[in-house]
Structure formats: C-alpha cells, structure tokens
C-alpha cells in the first residue's frame, strides 16, 4: 500500500530486519535524510535511527556514511552522539 505512514513502514523494516537476521545497515549519504528536512523531521529521523539500534526483539547496528554534514546530525542529539563512533 503506498498510502502508509512512517511509522508502519518503519515497523515493518524493522520486522524484516529481524526476519532476515540483519546485523547491521549501512546508509550512504545519510546526510540527505536529515539536513533537507524540517526540525520535526529531523527529530523523528534522529528517533528512528536510535529506535533501529536500541530494538529489544532485534537490535541492528547502524553504518552512516556521507558528507562532513553528517556530524551535524550526529551532534544534534546527545543520546545518538553517545552510540555512535566517529
């Protein structure tokens, strides 16, 4: 269905996640998903990302590749700057 939100999309990444045993996720440019978009955005992204790596059922360590920017959305919350290394 093309008309579900983020929140169920994101549900069900993380129930293939699972399923396919996936132990990490590696997302090139991740910039782009964050500076292009709006405080609020930027936050539900911020969330998204610690949500994947903080999974109770199935944790999946992130891989974040792209421009110098990306320090920017790594610094813009404390809790995402504590799990990730540099």
Request: aromatic share 4%.
């Amino acid at each position: 269905m093309r008309d579900k939100s983020a929140a169920l999309i994101w549900q069900h990444a993380r129930k293939l996640l699972k399923e396919r045993r996936t132990l990490f996720v590696h997302l090139d440019e991740a910039p782009d998903i964050y500076l292009s978009k709006g405080e609020q955005a930027r936050s539900e992204v911020v969330n998204t990302l610690k949500s994947i790596m903080n999974n109770k059922d199935w944790p999946v360590g992130l891989t974040l590749s792209g421009t110098p920017d990306l320090l920017h959305m790594i610094n813009a919350d404390r809790q995402l700057q504590r799990r990730v290394s540099v």
